[in-house]
């Protein structure tokens, strides 16, 4: 291959074409170290820059199996999605007509007749999306819960008189649903156990909010305890905390870069990602989803050609990306990342949100689940409102970027400091992951997430149906394609007391509707089989079961290039 080409593999990783009938990756090129074990399905529609599981990979890098799979939308599928939002459209176009000559009621916020000469409050013609497509679905969101959202939880009831537009609660309470949606992986959102005691002594010892900043009069001995322990989990030098887990991202990256810098980011990443790149005032550009190739060639590009008109080096180039992907269930090529953060002097940002605690034989993340050394990350990010069941985020590193940090972050200096009970759960919870407790609940929590999600994982794809993601990651989505089965698959599984997410466009392009499941250490086997017995029903009910692989790919294994070619 060309020094050009797309295909073209880190640190030259050795390659070799196939001959002789062997099954042969898209490029025609099989790994020689190890490779992904896939059965060849019949050949189905592919969106323009969709994932691909056959994108070759530094293997060598790896010291453990890296299985991802994206099966492909059916074509019959992509088409008839396609011709339900067509149809959708259309009867919307028709209902915006009656409803501007009156003949429809409307209840939607637009203009008084006085106001139509200034500048409009409402764009119209913006939120033809919510007022047509997602109105239709609405119920599927937003249910009030009335008990901790552990392993199971209590839904308060609802009605809407008037197709969703508003919702009358009818004062009943539909017991013990089971919480298949809620990113409680370890299941330490509870109100009973050392973690629940902890945080309501720390109530009565400091009360629940403390009204100031850090910088003024918000820093406790608590919130240093919080920071000393979070650095000796992570393996840094030291760790900010701070109260809200968005603005982690979203204010704390305008503080590391700005005019002069380059942000190359994940097609993928979340919003507040996206939020503090762009009021960094960086210049942003964005690779494909976990595509080393891309990232690579835009790293070479901005070195070789520099800042726009100018052409001088860029002041910064940092790479943002997420361990855990929480719409697609992948995890982040790590490994190969560094090496290339490495090669071209970059600087990394890794959003731990959804991994922290989730991966890694001690739950420290991907860092931990690779076997890499923390201080190849030089900004580790993470939240603590997933698997410590609290609230906030914190940014990890050398002592030197915290304390800037701590005098140039608007996160810090002006938002609130975080509550004394919530930092005490996070405390209390991580020294069990951390095994300081004296006791072996940790490492059985993590044991158990591992456990039920390979369970989980393989249930599904026995069932046939089509599941997005790593096969160690605890976000499971469930592809849903079509938009009116968005809806009834909420309903249905809340019908059978089963409680999910449902997602659909604009969160996900508009051909991979889905539902999302996340998995939790809570849920027991009887607890994931009821699940696992109502998401066959309402699938075959729906016509769900879209996979066309076989059901021994459920076993998908790590083989050597001699294992495949036998095949």
């Given at each position: 291959?060309?020094?050009?080409s797309?295909?073209?593999?880190l640190n030259?990783?050795?390659?070799?074409?196939?001959?002789?009938?062997k099954?042969?990756t898209?490029?025609?090129?099989?790994?020689?170290?190890h490779?992904f074990?896939?059965?060849?399905a019949?050949?189905?529609?592919?969106?323009?820059?969709?994932?691909n599981?056959?994108?070759?990979?530094?293997a060598?890098?790896?010291?453990?199996?890296f299985?991802?799979?994206?099966?492909?939308?059916p074509?019959?599928v992509?088409?008839?999605?396609?011709?339900?939002y067509?149809i959708?459209?259309?009867?919307?176009?028709l209902?915006?007509f009656?409803?501007?000559?009156?003949?429809?009621?409307c209840h939607?916020?637009?203009?008084?007749d006085e106001?139509?000469?200034?500048v409009p409050?409402?764009?119209d013609?913006?939120?033809?999306?919510?007022?047509?497509l997602y109105?239709?679905i609405?119920?599927n969101?937003?249910?009030p819960?009335?008990?901790?959202?552990?392993a199971?939880?209590?839904?308060?009831?609802?009605?809407?008189?008037?197709?969703?537009w508003?919702f009358?609660h009818?004062?009943?309470?539909v017991?013990d649903?089971?919480?298949?949606?809620?990113?409680?992986?370890?299941?330490f959102a509870?109100?009973?156990?050392?973690c629940a005691?902890?945080?309501l002594?720390?109530?009565?010892?400091?009360?629940v909010?403390?009204?100031?900043?850090?910088?003024?009069?918000?820093?406790l001995?608590i919130?240093?305890?919080?920071e000393?322990?979070?650095?000796r989990?992570?393996?840094?030098e030291?760790t900010?905390v701070?109260?809200?887990g968005?603005a982690?991202?979203?204010?704390?990256?305008p503080?590391?870069t700005?005019?002069?810098?380059?942000i190359l980011?994940d097609?993928l990443?979340h919003?507040?990602?996206?939020?503090?790149?762009?009021?960094?005032?960086s210049t942003i550009?964005?690779?494909?989803?976990?595509?080393?190739?891309s990232l690579?060639?835009l790293?070479?590009?901005?070195i070789?050609h520099?800042?726009?008109?100018?052409h001088r080096p860029?002041?910064?180039?940092l790479?943002?990306v997420?361990?855990?992907?929480?719409?697609?269930?992948?995890?982040?090529?790590?490994?190969?990342?560094?090496?290339?953060?490495?090669?071209?002097k970059?600087?990394l940002?890794?959003?731990?949100?959804?991994?922290?605690?989730?991966l890694g034989?001690?739950?420290?993340?991907v860092?931990?689940y690779?076997?890499?050394?923390?201080k190849?990350?030089?900004?580790?990010?993470?939240?603590?409102t997933k698997s410590?069941?609290?609230a906030g985020?914190?940014i990890?590193?050398?002592?030197d970027?915290i304390?800037?940090?701590r005098?140039?972050?608007h996160s810090?200096?002006?938002?609130?400091?975080?509550?004394?009970p919530?930092a005490?759960q996070?405390?209390?919870?991580?020294?069990?992951?951390?095994?300081e407790?004296g006791?072996?609940?940790?490492a059985?929590?993590?044991?158990?997430?591992?456990?039920n999600?390979t369970?989980?994982?393989q249930?599904?794809r026995?069932m046939?149906?089509?599941?997005?993601g790593?096969?160690?990651?605890?976000?499971?989505p469930?592809m849903?394609?079509?938009?009116?089965?968005?809806?009834?698959?909420?309903?249905?599984?809340?019908k059978?007391n089963?409680?999910?997410?449902?997602?659909g466009?604009?969160a996900t392009?508009?051909?991979e509707s889905?539902?999302r499941f996340?998995?939790?250490?809570?849920?027991?086997?009887?607890m994931?089989d009821?699940?696992?017995?109502a998401?066959?029903?309402v699938?075959?009910?729906l016509?769900?079961?879209?996979?066309r692989r076989?059901?021994?790919?459920s076993s998908l294994s790590?083989?050597s290039?001699e294992s495949?070619?036998?095949?």
């Amino acid at each position: 291959m060309t020094e050009g080409s797309p295909n073209k593999l880190l640190n030259g990783d050795a390659c070799h074409r196939a001959s002789n009938g062997k099954p042969m990756t898209k490029n025609g090129f099989l790994k020689k170290t190890h490779c992904f074990c896939q059965q060849h399905a019949p050949k189905k529609y592919r969106r323009p820059g969709d994932k691909n599981q056959n994108v070759p990979y530094n293997a060598s890098l790896y010291k453990r199996p890296f299985v991802e799979a994206f099966e492909e939308t059916p074509l019959l599928v992509a088409v008839l999605t396609y011709m339900g939002y067509g149809i959708l459209t259309v009867f919307g176009y028709l209902r915006d007509f009656l409803r501007q000559w009156n003949l429809e009621k409307c209840h939607v916020a637009r203009e008084r007749d006085e106001q139509k000469d200034f500048v409009p409050l409402y764009q119209d013609f913006e939120n033809f999306y919510t007022r047509n497509l997602y109105m239709r679905i609405r119920d599927n969101w937003n249910r009030p819960i009335c008990s901790v959202p552990g392993a199971k939880m209590d839904l308060m009831h609802r009605v809407s008189p008037d197709y969703n537009w508003t919702f009358q609660h009818t004062g009943q309470v539909v017991k013990d649903v089971i919480n298949m949606g809620s990113y409680n992986y370890l299941g330490f959102a509870e109100k009973t156990g050392a973690c629940a005691e902890a945080a309501l002594e720390a109530a009565h010892t400091y009360g629940v909010g403390v009204s100031s900043t850090r910088s003024e009069m918000g820093n406790l001995d608590i919130h240093e305890e919080l920071e000393t322990l979070v650095a000796r989990f992570l393996g840094v030098e030291a760790t900010m905390v701070f109260g809200m887990g968005f603005a982690t991202n979203s204010m704390n990256i305008p503080a590391l870069t700005g005019k002069g810098c380059l942000i190359l980011s994940d097609e993928l990443n979340h919003a507040s990602l996206v939020l503090g790149a762009r009021l960094s005032g960086s210049t942003i550009r964005v690779f494909k989803h976990n595509n080393m190739q891309s990232l690579e060639k835009l790293l070479r590009d901005a070195i070789v050609h520099g800042q726009p008109r100018t052409h001088r080096p860029w002041k910064k180039i940092l790479i943002v990306v997420e361990g855990i992907y929480s719409m697609e269930g992948s995890m982040v090529r790590l490994p190969e990342i560094i090496a290339l953060k490495k090669r071209y002097k970059a600087y990394l940002y890794l959003d731990e949100a959804h991994s922290i605690g989730a991966l890694g034989p001690n739950g420290r993340g991907v860092v931990d689940y690779f076997g890499l050394d923390p201080k190849d990350v030089d900004i580790m990010m993470g939240t603590f409102t997933k698997s410590f069941g609290a609230a906030g985020g914190y940014i990890g590193g050398k002592k030197d970027l915290i304390d800037y940090l701590r005098t140039h972050s608007h996160s810090g200096l002006y938002a609130t400091s975080m509550s004394p009970p919530v930092a005490q759960q996070i405390i209390s919870s991580m020294k069990i992951i951390m095994g300081e407790d004296g006791t072996p609940l940790g490492a059985e929590r993590l044991k158990q997430l591992s456990e039920n999600t390979t369970y989980f994982r393989q249930r599904l794809r026995e069932m046939g149906f089509i599941i997005y993601g790593n096969n160690d990651s605890p976000v499971v989505p469930l592809m849903l394609y079509m938009p009116a089965k968005i809806g009834a698959f909420g309903r249905e599984m809340v019908k059978r007391n089963i409680g999910t997410v449902v997602v659909g466009f604009p969160a996900t392009p508009i051909i991979e509707s889905r539902a999302r499941f996340c998995i939790s250490a809570a849920h027991t086997r009887e607890m994931l089989d009821t699940a696992l017995a109502a998401i066959s029903e309402v699938g075959d009910l729906l016509q769900l079961k879209y996979s066309r692989r076989q059901k021994t790919l459920s076993s998908l294994s790590w083989k050597s290039e001699e294992s495949l070619l036998q095949d």
